[in-house]
C-alpha cells in the first residue's frame, strides 16, 4: 500500500480521503514505522494539495474521540510563543462573559511549553479529564482545560514523533492538520488561532505564516467552524514572565487590573472572537465590556472557579505562593537610552533547560522593558529567578546580552502582524 501511495505522489497524483483513512488507521495500530515514515517523508518530499491536508486532518481527528456540543464553544490555539500568557487570560475572560470556550494543547514543537504546562504548575490542576468531567466544568464555569494526551487525536501523537525525530517541524501541511485535528476534535465552533513568525517560532518567515494561515482557514471552512487568524511576530513576548509558573503570575496580575501589553493583546483577541461569533455586535462597545470585565474583578473571578472545578489549589494562588523564586538578581541598563533588541528564543530555551534539569516551575524571568522604550541608566530592565548560584555564574554573561540598548530612538512594536476573519 505504501510503495504504490508514494508513487503516486512522485506522480503527482492526488491522493484520496480513503487512502489517508488507511495510513492514518494502519499507523494506529502498528505505530510509527518505517512504512509511516517513509510515507510522511515522501509527503514532506514531494509536497501536499490544500484537499489533501483536509482529507490527513480528517483523518487525524476521527482516530479518536470527537466532542459534539448543541451550543457554540469557543477555542484558542497559539503555534507557540514565548512570554505568551494571552491564553490564561482569555480563558477565564470569555468565560465571565458567558462565553463556552475549551482549551486543548498537546506537546510543544517550539522552545516553550504549551498552555497545559502553563496550568499544571498550578499544584493540583487536572488537564486529564472524563467525558462527563469535561460536561461538568463546562455548565459550572463555562471553560475547560484540556490535555491533547487524552482520547483525542491519538494518530497525531503519533504523526509528532515522526515530525520530531525526522526534523519535520516546518512542514507547514502537518502542522496546519495538527493543529486543525485537536480543534475539530474539541468540538468547537469558532477557533482563535494565533500563528507566530519569527527566530522564537517555528514559521521563520511572515510568508511562512501567512500560507499557513490559509491553509488553517480553508479547513476550517471545510468543517463549518468559524474562525480568526491572527498573525504574530515574535519580536518580543507578549508577557512580561518567561516561565510556566511565572507567566500564570503574570496573567494573574492582568486578571486583578493590571495595564500591560499582554492586558491588550487578550483583549483585542477577546473582541475578535465575540464579534467573529455575532458580527451584530459593535466592535467598540465589545472592547469597553471586555476591558470592564477585566477592571471588575470577573475575570480573575471565574479563573479561581475554573482552578476550582479542575482540582486546582485555589489557596496557592489567592495567597500568592504559586511563584516563590529562590533566589533572584536584577539586571540593569549601563546606559541612557532605549531597548532596542530583546533575544526572547535565548531567554526560552533557557529556561526551559533550566527547569527540565531541576525539575522546577520556578525558574524563569521578568522583562520590565518593551523594545521601544527609553530607561535611564541603572534601571532594572530584567529580573532572573533562579535555582542554583552556578546557574547564574554559568549564564549571566548570556543573559545579559539578550537585552540589547541603543542611543537611537527606537518604534514601539506591535506583535500584531494580520487579522484574517
Known sequence: ?????????????????????????????????????????????????????????????????????????????????????TSI???PLLASLGYKIIKT???????????TDRFASIPHFRVKLSDQEI?????????????????MCPADRLLYDVIENYGLESNLNFLAASIACKKLASGAKLVLVDVKYGEASVVKKYSQAKKLAHLLRYIFNKNNVKSVIVITNTLQTIGEGIGNAIEVADALNVLQG??????????????????????????????????????N???????????????????VLKEAKLFTPYKSVNFVSDIDGYVGFINSLVLGELVRRLCAESHDNNIGFVLRVKIGDFV??????????????????????????????????????????????
Open 105 to 115: 494543547t498537546g506537546k510543544s514543537l517550539v522552545y516553550t511549553n504549551g498552555s
Open 258 to 295: 493590571k495595564h500591560t501589553l499582554l492586558r491588550d493583546i487578550s483583549i483585542r483577541y477577546a473582541v475578535e472572537m465575540i464579534t467573529k461569533a455575532d458580527p451584530r455586535i459593535n466592535r467598540k462597545d465589545a472592547n469597553e465590556l471586555v476591558a470592564s470585565y477585566l477592571d
Open 376 to 421: 535611564n541608566k541603572g534601571d532594572i530592565i530584567m529580573s532572573f529567578y533562579y535555582k542554583n548560584d552556578e546557574d547564574l555564574e554559568k549564564y549571566k554573561n548570556v543573559i545579559m546580552g539578550c537585552v540589547r540598548m541603543t542611543k537611537v530612538k527606537m518604534k514601539r512594536v506591535n506583535p500584531i502582524k494580520k487579522v484574517y476573519r
Open 89 to 91: 487570560v482569555l480563558i
Open 1 to 85: 500500500m505504501f510503495e504504490e501511495l508514494i508513487i503516486k505522489k512522485a506522480k503527482s497524483l492526488e491522493l484520496t480521503q480513503a487512502e489517508f483513512y488507511e495510513v492514518i488507521d494502519y499507523m494506529l495500530k502498528n505505530g510509527a514505522n518505517n512504512n509511516v515514515i517513509k510515507f510522511f517523508l515522501g509527503l514532506d518530499s514531494f509536497g501536499m494539495t490544500k484537499r489533501e491536508v483536509l482529507y490527513l486532518t480528517m483523518a487525524l481527528r476521527d482516530s479518536g474521540k470527537v466532542l459534539k456540543y448543541n451550543q457554540m464553544i469557543f477555542e484558542k490555539h497559539s503555534t507557540g510563543g514565548i512570554g505568551d500568557g
Open 297 to 315: 474583578g470577573n475575570a480573575y473571578n471565574k479563573f479561581m472557579e475554573i482552578v476550582h472545578y479542575q482540582g486546582g489549589d485555589e489557596k
Open 135 to 151: 460536561q461538568h466544568v463546562l455548565e459550572k464555569t463555562n471553560a475547560c482545560v484540556l490535555s491533547h494526551k487524552g482520547d
